[in-house]
């Protein structure tokens, strides 16, 4: 099994936007923050930290923005993570994420940003729901509804490769964690077929080799 939310990493496939809205402030401050977060993902305090204060900034300057709030769940996700050995800190700050993606998602049906912005909140809450311990936080299912509205999305075909990628490698996800093999090796071939070089397509790579052996 990968280390637990390792798997968040291959979220950096987001930094698509940065080239198709280079000229946008919000997305010049989203591509710094999103560097900080993927070193946070690894779960150390000092990072996870400085992931956490880099998102309230940005929530002062963004206020209620979704993909702002999906990424300060997602970090206060990643502080549970790292807490103390004690459990119960553990799953109160966890907890604590999951109650602010929740707002996130709640306020995308309202959104007036590009489409894009909705579908990179979409995709950090469902990584995160799909990686945390569903028999603690009960959020599997909803992490793999979240997935299946991403595949069935009437423009994922208009989605950069690597975005699209980074959703069939949630969707080999959710299927392993459902223990379904044979789907979870479909997605990971698609993962492939979408982006060969990029960080999904080479973890996918390396999972399917790890299969043959």
Known sequence: ????FGIILLISSVFYMSSLLADDMFEKDMAAYREVYLKAAGGKPRAVRKAISGIR???KKYKNHPVILAYRGGALSLRGISASNNGLDRMRETEEGLIVIDRALRKLPKHQGHYLETVEAQLVAAFVF????NSMFHRLQEGNRLVE?????QRFSEMPAGLQSAI????AT???KYIKPAEFKRYLELTVSADPDGKNGLEAKSLLQGMQD
């Open 130 to 133: 799909i990686n945390i311990p």
């Open 168 to 171: 069939y490698f949630a969707a």
């Open 1 to 4: 099994m990968r280390p637990f």
């Open 149 to 153: 509205k991403l595949l069935a999305h």
């Open 174 to 176: 959710s299927a392993e």
């Open 57 to 59: 900034k940005l929530e």
